[in-house]
């Protein structure tokens, strides 16, 4: 009985504790709000003006090539239509004026990378054909920066064994899905023929269809409740996406205005990612593409 009390007593103390504070907090913050509201105001107005701005832009791969199931058909870029084509979308870019830009790079290449654009400012170095340099090097050359920065984690994506899971366990519901999502994604390049790369970059930005994380997600389900070897397969694409957003925010400063440059199929996660992280802002490339 003793034992008995000593709790009943403990939580009486305990609940009546927790039923004052709240009304105690309450009360305190109502008596100082009228002479804290400037300070409070200063203060979100602070806040407001320390919000990371980051804008994402999708790309195609230049080169056409990548390690996507399906690539863009690609002009050469190289020549003086592409080149023009080039500037074009980078006098649109310089407007955001961002303080960073930062690409689909591994980080273990980036010091290799910087060295070759010192190099390309001091005229010694000749663009290659893929987007870090004729997006990221030109523009920070045109933005005076000192740097580029790689945000990308090199996580090998296999999903092979759980396509092979899924047609040993008759799952082609899932097999058809993955063929229909690939048939729209390969409409949506055959549609870009004829555009000029501004408008292609459009068109991808502008694209909420999220066919490649449909894809995933398909992918996700094959196998079993005892080996689900599709999900395990794919997390490692969210673990990539999830560095790489880590390290652009790591990078980043308050105030900053950051430029991510990455293969389109990055775009959707990525901004998720962002918009739903506090202190960032998320700005849109499509208005800067028109």
């Not at 195609?60 to 996507?68: F, I, S």
């Not at 997006?135 to 945000?151: D, P, Q, S, V, W």
């Not at 397969?233 to 950051?258: H, S």
């Amino acid at each position: 009985m003793g034992f008995k009390k000593t709790v009943f007593a403990f939580l009486s103390v305990l609940f009546s504790v927790a039923s004052i504070s709240p009304f105690t907090s309450f009360w305190a913050i109502a008596q100082t709000e009228d002479t804290s509201r400037t300070k409070v105001q200063n203060e979100s107005e602070h806040q407001s003006e320390a919000e990371i701005e980051v804008m994402i832009l999708g790309t195609l791969h230049l080169t056409g090539g990548g390690k996507d199931a399906v690539n863009s058909k690609v002009q050469d870029y190289l020549t003086p239509k592409g080149q023009e084509e080039i500037r074009q979308v980078l006098d649109h870019l310089q407007s955001f004026e961002p303080d960073k830009i930062m690409l689909e790079l591994d980080l273990e290449h980036e010091d290799a990378f910087n060295e070759k654009y010192k190099a390309y400012l001091q005229g010694k170095h000749k663009l290659s054909v893929n987007e870090r340099q004729q997006f990221g090097m030109r523009l920070a050359k045109r933005l005076g920066h000192e740097r580029l920065y790689a945000i990308d984690f090199d996580s090998f994506l296999d999903y092979r064994p759980a396509l092979a899971a899924a047609n040993e366990l008759g799952q082609e519901h899932l097999l058809k899905q993955i063929d229909g999502l690939t048939d729209q994604i390969r409409a949506t390049i055959d549609a870009e023929e004829g555009l000029s790369l501004i408008e292609i970059l459009a068109r991808i930005n502008a694209d909420d269809q999220k066919l490649q994380r449909k894809i995933f997600l398909a992918i996700a389900q094959m196998g079993t409740v005892e080996d689900p070897q599709g999900a395990l397969q794919i997390l490692t694409w969210w673990q990539r996406n999830m560095v790489i957003f880590a390290r652009a925010a790591q990078y980043a400063k308050p105030g900053d205005k950051i430029l991510i440059v990455f293969g389109s199929g990055h775009k959707d996660i990525l901004e998720e990612f962002f918009r739903d992280a506090p202190g960032f802002k998320l700005v849109s490339p499509l208005p800067y593409l028109k």
